[in-house]
């Protein structure tokens, strides 16, 4: 009775951060930028942990601009350069226990309980255990080639990405200067870690949920002529495998 009891309560410690795919999403974008999607306001201090780095304020408080898009830290992309804090990376805690990471995200070295809701940070906990991949197996960092199938990638792109992209990749502008013009193509040489974390988990502020896109598909649609119900990019996770969300980076380097 008692091996019993304690298989009982396991299951139910176990059960009560069972992450469903949308909550895993959700945490991914919260990484990115956290305010946007929970619509609430980012501080305006530096945050606490942040001492080696060049920015301020909110900017200092987003997920990646410690952990990097890589979720490497100083180990990865940020290893150098203008986003180097010397703060390590995520990688290490995917697999571990969501409560585990809830523990850490509330401590005093984070502090992200004293702003963000209980459901948020379970997200981003979700996301941390179990959204994740190793972008060492998928990205080239010296060559910052991605290691897919760019052929494959095309194909995947012209019935996911074109509407909004456009087929050659050129229809939206992505510079934050609209005096300048960034493409998809740009990017995802410049930066190949955020754009595959971004194919993953959409742009922060997209308007359609994991559930919602996944009942579309099912019913033969997809986000494909669906731009209007979109503010940002939407999520590929659970959509299509990560093997396929690295051949359209691919076939992105290309354009």
């Known amino acids: 009775m008692k091996f019993a009891t304690l ?34 306001n980012p501080p305006n201090s530096t945050h606490p942990a942040y ?25 990865g992309a940020y290893g150098k350069g203008s986003h180097y804090t010397g703060i390590k990376g995520i990688h290490e805690a995917s697999g571990k226990p969501i409560k585990d990471i809830l523990v850490i995200l509330k401590n005093e070295r984070h502090k992200f309980g ?8 379970e997200a981003i906990a979700s996301f941390v255990s179990k959204g994740q991949v190793d972008m060492t197996k998928w990205i080239s960092y010296k060559t910052k080639k991605a290691r897919g199938d760019s052929t494959k990638g095309s194909s995947n792109y012209q019935k996911h990405c074109a509407d909004c992209h456009g087929e050659k990749g050129d229809a939206l502008n992505l510079a934050h200067n609209k005096n300048k013009t960034m493409y998809i193509g740009t990017i995802s040489n410049k930066n190949p870690w955020e754009t595959l974390h971004k194919i993953r988990f959409g742009h922060p502020g997209a308007v359609m949920g994991m559930q919602q896109m996944l009942k579309s598909m099912r019913s033969g649609h997809h986000h494909r002529g669906m731009g209007k119900m979109w503010q940002a990019m939407p999520p590929m996770f659970g959509i299509i495998t990560t093997e396929e969300q690295v051949n ?8």
Do not use: M
């Open 51 to 75: 001492v080696n780095g060049k920015k301020s304020a909110g900017a200092t408080w987003r997920c990646k601009e410690c952990h990097g898009w890589d979720y490497r830290g100083k180990d």
């Open 114 to 121: 004293d702003f963000l809701r209980d459901k948020d940070l």
């Open 7 to 40: 298989c009982i309560v396991l299951c139910f410690i176990t059960d009560a951060y069972a992450s469903d795919p949308e909550t895993i999403v959700l945490g991914g974008r919260l990484y990115d930028k956290w305010w946007t999607d929970t619509q609430l």
């Open 248 to 255: 359209i980076l691919t076939y992105l380097q290309t354009l």
